[in-house]
């Protein structure tokens, strides 16, 4: 199996300082902790944008979308976990469908300053196209980090016997395989929803990352208790979805390299497919999103064959 292009990993080598020689003059000290805290945070806010960007990349087997509703939800994002948290940016997503595709459409922005050195802001920008049976994806995807634009397409496949991606950058195309059963990113959220309706209340399973790592994730999780989630906002739009909605918790880790997570996700996970009250851990930084605005859409008539 190939790697991906995101094969190396952040922090993989340290620079080690020279000895100075005698004649040199007197300089500032270096505050080589300083340094490797600032690392250790700046892979935490890149880990953090990771699971903010992938709001709804998660949880589940390929299934057909039986039971998503098509939506527009619209979030408001905040730096730890209270609920009047300083906000930082927002994110959006619109769920449509066809009878033959879902389509995606995700806008996240967010910037935000720590201290004077540790500066961080994102944009991402994604539309994707997903078949009702989840087995083809494909997307283009836009996404501006500290000012540094970037483009990407690609396309993926997905079956219980394997799968296959191939990414397209400006300069080359990179491809690889996928383990059977890879989820999709819409037929990852039905799939989660269908394994909680049966009454599951743990999963492990690999998931095709478009967003982040363009690579496959393995994710773990499973119900988790309410006092885990953000608390409720009285003016949450949520509150009028008279559905059932589950408390999880998910951790996201790289499937080709193992090791801790690169995050942590709570949430309230809707079987309509909404989700609320989410808050993300990505080492040294916290932030949450909450439901600011939903439109459920409609979803059309189709026929059965």
Known sequence: MRRSWFGARDGDAEHTPGRASAETPTACRVDHQAIRRHGRAMRSLRCLAACLISLSLTLGTPALAADLVPHRAEYVVRLGTAVNGAQI????????????????????????????????????RLRGEETVGGTAFAYELERRVNDHPERISGKATSSKVGGTAEIRLPARTIDFAMPGGTALPVAAIAG?????????????????DPEVTSDVMTVDGGIATPELLRPPRADSPAAALNTQAWPITVAFSRTRFGGRPLFTLSTLLYDTGVMDRISVSAGLVTAGADLTTLVMEPRPDCPLS
């Open 192 to 208: 989660a929803i269908d394994r909680l309706k049966a009454g599951q209340t743990a999963f492990s399973f690999p998931i095709f």
């Open 89 to 124: 940016g927002t994110a959006r997503q619109r769920l449509t469908f066809d009878c033959r595709h879902w389509r995606i459409e995700r806008d996240v922005g967010f910037a935000f300053t720590l201290t004077a050195m540790l500066r961080y802001s994102t944009q991402s």
